[in-house]
Nanobody, 124 residues
């Protein structure tokens, strides 16, 4: 059974940075298509970033390109989301996700597995 556990959320001022972590249990991430989503209050969940297990490709939402970076540490079986230049409108619960297949990864289908989420609040 896949279990995704996020951490690293918190309170940050506009323009600040945070690094989210996702400890993955039940699958080795060097074979897994991993991603991040977020859900702001009153909004639907939205895609943020995803990456191929080899690191050969990654996709980002247009709104975060150049500011957010998804990465992985295979030795720790952990996926990260480095977020820089954060904006107040990016206040949301951030979710770690895993896609079930290469096809789902490429097409950007709904991930098969979700963590419980970690709150990020961007405010002055």
């Amino acid at each position: 059974q896949v279990l995704l556990v996020e951490s690293g959320g918190g309170f940050v001022q506009p323009g600040g940075s945070l690094r989210l972590s996702c400890l993955v249990n039940g699958v080795t991430i060097n074979h897994a298509y991993m991603g991040w989503f977020r859900q702001a209050p009153g909004q639907e969940r939205e895609f943020v970033a995803r990456m191929h297990p080899s690191g050969s490709s990654s996709y980002y939402a247009d709104s975060v390109k150049g500011r957010f970076t998804i990465s992985r540490d295979n030795a720790k079986n952990t996926v990260y989301l480095q977020m820089n230049s954060l904006k107040p409108e990016e206040t949301a619960v951030y979710y770690c996700t895993q896609y079930d297949s290469y096809k789902d990864y490429v097409l950007g289908a709904d991930p098969a597995y979700w963590g419980q989420g970690t709150q990020v609040t961007v405010s002055s």
